[in-house]
């Protein structure tokens, strides 16, 4: 079965610039969260959708917004970049409404982001 | 708060040495408990889990975790360490019946295996 698909896998941009990030979920998962890596760190968690709506946000930027689409796909835009934005951005799905039962996570091959 | 405390940074062993690796978590309520593992230049991938049942359990390649509840700890073992393990490891919780079920991590062990 294919797993979580991320698009583009590499990304460069200028400051100040805008980017979006594409996020596919398996097959029947309805649940979307975003990650953001920076070098050498941990994954932080951004935020989440359910049934296209959001289901829980986490330390993201105001200058960031998401949203889920019908198809259950998920894009991540940022906006006015930073070079701190520099970063691997996880896309993770999930089947069912978060809270009701121990659902995985499964996690995409990222987006790298360079902002220079 | 919501936290996972990973002890060591970096781990450097010969292969076919034994590992542990150390976790604790600070959670209120119910918990899931993972292990990600990230190869260099790679995404996460899931070692094991826990989420009910048997606190020992057992994963992919060999390795198993405990989950010890009076300790918050749910250490990662390996009894003999292969040179591909060479990796990053991260520990991560989320709440198994909260209404956000984000998964929050730790700071991750580099581990380095001297072939």
């Known amino acids: 079965a294919a797993g979580v698909i991320q698009s583009p896998r590499h990304l460069i941009k200028e400051k100040r610039e805008t980017a979006t990030l594409k996020c596919y979920p398996i097959s029947r998962h309805d649940t979307v969260y975003w990650y953001q890596q920076g070098p050498g760190q941990d994954p932080q968690f951004l935020i989440s959708f359910y049934e296209k709506m959001q289901s829980d946000k986490g330390s993201i930027p105001d200058r960031f917004s998401a949203q889920q689409f019908s198809d259950y796909h998920s894009e991540l835009n940022m906006s006015s970049l930073e070079l701190g934005d520099s970063a691997l951005y996880f896309c993770?799905?999930?089947?069912?409404?978060?809270?009701?039962?121990?659902?995985?996570?499964?996690f995409g091959p990222g987006t790298r982001l360079t902002v220079t | 708060a919501q936290s996972v405390s990973q002890h060591n940074h970096h781990v450097i062993l010969s292969e076919a040495a034994s590992l542990e690796l150390g976790c604790n978590y600070s959670y209120g309520g119910t918990v899931n408990l993972f292990w990600y593992v990230q190869y260099p230049g790679q995404h996460l991938q899931l070692l094991l889990k826990y989420f009910s049942g048997d606190p020992l359990v057992k994963g992919i390649k060999g390795f198993e975790a405990e989950f010890i509840k009076s300790k918050f700890s749910f250490n990662l073992r390996k009894p003999s360490v292969q040179w591909s393990d060479t990796a990053e490891y991260f520990c991560?919780?989320?709440?198994?019946?909260?209404?956000?079920?984000?998964?929050?991590f730790g700071s991750g062990t580099r581990l380095s295996i001297r072939p």
């Open positions: 993770a799905s999930s089947p069912g409404q978060p809270g009701l039962a121990s659902y995985e996570q499964y």
């Open positions: 991560a919780v989320n709440g198994r019946y909260s209404s956000a079920s984000k998964i929050i």
